[in-house]
Each structure stands twice: as C-alpha cells, then as structure tokens.
Nanobody, 114 residues
C-alpha cells in the first residue's frame, strides 16, 4: 500500500487549498480514507474522514470550512480547505484503514500566513 499526498503550500489567511492523496496497491473503495494533521509541538489529530459508504466525520475546528471527498475510480481522497486560518498550519497526512490495515502517506505541509 502506497499513499502519495500533494497540494500543500503557503497561503494567506482566508485562502483555499486542495489536498489530494492517491492510493495504490489495493482496491480502496471498501476503505475508510481520511486526513490528519500535526502542528509543531502537538499530537496528530483527525481532520476529516470518509467511509466507504460516503459518511463523513470532521473535527469541530474545521466544520463548515473543509470538505472531504473521494473518487473510488481513482483511489483518491481529497480535502478542500477554505477560509484557512493560521491555526490550520500543520503537516497533513492522509490515511487509509480497514480492519488491521492502517496506512499513512508521507505528509504535505500547509502553511497559513496571517
């Protein structure tokens, strides 16, 4: 299982970014796919996840601003991030899981300037 995340970068507060994570090595339509983030000095935290059935779950801090989606034909999960805030600055990691399988991407840095 390999996960390749992309789309991070530097953006001003109030701006938008779209993260993508392409998975390979398995069929991920039955997997839960998600995004986590880790800011310096903080623990890794869930940002958003989407189940195989399309049910979504968001951290309270991003509700109404971020949208997670998936394209099973492309084995890809997306995170549309709008109205970004400096506190959203972190390394963002994609994750896929099902049963005992729990795989992580390499992380992509998102920096939001004030």
């Amino acid at each position: 299982v390999q996960l390749q995340a992309s789309g991070g970068g530097l953006v001003q507060a109030g701006g938008s970014l779209r993260l993508s994570c392409a998975a390979s090595g398995s069929i991920f339509s039955f997997f839960t796919m998600g995004w986590y983030r880790q800011a310096p000095g903080n623990q890794r935290e869930l940002v958003a996840e989407i189940t195989s059935g399309g049910r979504t779950n968001y951290a309270d801090s991003v509700k109404g601003r971020f949208t997670i989606s998936r394209d099973n034909a492309k084995n890809t999960v997306y995170l549309q991030m709008n109205s970004l805030k400096p506190e959203d600055t972190a390394v963002y990691y994609c994750n896929v899981r099902r049963g005992p399988l729990d795989a992580w991407g390499q992380g992509t840095l998102v920096t939001v300037s004030s």
